[in-house]
């Protein structure tokens, strides 16, 4: 298991074919609600994806918003769940925002994974809301 930084289109393009299959195919998100203007190389994101046996086969990214590290788009593949690969990408993706100077990181977590945000050092502060016609709730994390 490992996670890559994403610096070339080749490896973008497969970080959207697992969220296509994981979000649009697997969890009914309408395609044009799930990529948009931050699915680029241009800097405003940091992407990543995971590997489980030299595959690619999770993916997840990272943007400043506000003063925090917002976490986007995590998921791995069905097949590939329950191997750890989400906390893998959750730890790449803090190192990335305490690159960029961050201390504190929130994402939109589906209801269904709150536990495992939790079990990282998430605390949810909100109650839930739908989003893409799943429910969701904030959650923040802060570096010590």
Sequence with gaps: MKAKRISI???????FQIRKE???EEQGVPL???????DTLDGQCKHIIVFYDQRPVGTGRIRSLDGFGKLERICVLKPYRKFGLGKVIINTLEEIAKEMGLSKEKLHGQTQD???YKKLGYQ???????EDGIPHVLMVKEFV
Excluded: K, N, P
């Design 9 to 15: 289109e080749e490896d973008l393009q497969i970080a």
């Design 22 to 24: 994981v979000f649009v």
């Design 32 to 38: 044009e609600d799930e990529f948009d203007e931050f």
């Design 114 to 116: 709150e536990g495992f």
């Design 124 to 130: 949810t502060l909100s109650d839930t809301f739908m």
